[in-house]
């Protein structure tokens, strides 16, 4: 069944905030020259998070992905030059909205010797020496899978070190584009091998012709490499090139999902419809934190 004949249910309508806070944040990506996932991913919460809360998802080295995965609206095709200006930026937009917790994604640059670890480590010290009170999230590609490269961003100390599975297994070939299932599991439990204290976290979507099955086995599969944090959202299709929608799950099924997602570990899941990788991603750091962190467990 294709998304042309299955209507999209009410509770993905999107109310639409174009208020002082969306505008101020829409002419600072102008001004500074910044790409955001919100906007090149046509994400579904960019009123709310741009409008409401005054969050951005940075997204660095460019707006063109050399990978072609068949659920992304990010344009592909062969990048441009690396601007290495681009972190100190970063850095003086963060400081100048005087965020708390930023996310920083990344298109996937396989041309680049290290897939762009460098100048995703170089934003994440930017900002820690120039928005001290802020933590950093980085949301990375799987950088081929090269431990030098990992190592490079789990150096540069971010708070978090997020890397998406984004489907299942038995999907993961007709949904990503040079991307492999193990290959993931294997960046996130790296991540944790390399650093230990380092909060990992990954996200799912669902949509493409998964089982319930299908997503307690990915639960399981992201708990045996230690990720903390898991966030399942409704997949949405960006145009009729990409993949149609199979399915649209109910929110009372992802609420059951987020208590699957507990009892089997996780110390912070984030599920429904309109989820996604970063959605309220400072709340589900600071219940991180609470729960694990020794300074401040409720005991």
């Not at 489907?167 to 439990?189: A, G, I, M, N, P």
């Not at 949509?207 to 399942?232: F, H, K, P, S």
Request: proline share 4%; net charge neutral.
């Amino acid at each position: 069944m294709s998304a042309d004949t299955i209507r999209k249910p009410d509770w993905l309508k999107i109310q639409l905030n174009t208020n002082d806070s969306f505008r101020y944040l829409k002419r600072l990506m102008r001004e500074e020259r910044l790409n955001t996932v919100c906007e090149e991913a046509r994400c579904p919460n960019i009123h709310e998070c741009w409008g409401q809360h005054r969050t951005a998802t940075f997204m660095i080295l460019g707006d063109t992905c050399t990978r072609r995965c068949r659920f992304c609206a990010v344009k592909t095709g062969l990048p441009g030059a690396v601007d290495y200006g681009e972190p100190k930026r970063v850095a003086d937009s963060v400081r100048r909205m005087e965020l708390r917790h930023v996310v920083i994604t990344m298109v996937n640059r396989d041309d680049l010797k290290d897939g762009g670890a460098s100048v995703m480590a170089a934003t994440v010290r930017a900002i820690h020496q120039h928005a001290p009170g802020c933590t950093v999230e980085v949301l990375t590609g799987d950088f081929l899978g090269e431990r030098d490269a990992v190592a490079a961003v789990i150096d540069a100390a971010p708070e978090i070190m997020s890397h998406n599975i984004e489907t299942v297994r038995r999907l993961t070939r007709q949904v990503r584009s040079r991307s492999d299932y193990d290959r993931s599991l294997e960046v996130l439990r790296m991540s944790r091998e390399l650093n230990p204290d380092i909060v990992t976290k990954s996200s799912i979507m669902l949509g493409l012709g998964e089982t319930r099955e299908d997503v307690a086995a990915t639960m399981d599969d992201l708990r045996g490499v230690d990720v903390g944090l898991l966030n399942i959202g409704q997949y949405l299709q960006p145009s009729r090139t990409h993949l149609p929608v199979q399915r649209y799950w109910l929110p009372e099924e992802f609420a059951e999902l987020r208590e699957l997602a507990l009892q089997k570990g996780f110390v912070h899941c984030d599920a429904g419809p309109l989820v996604r990788s970063s959605y309220h991603a400072d709340e589900g750091y600071e219940e991180y934190r609470r729960k694990i962190h020794p300074l401040y467990r409720d005991e």
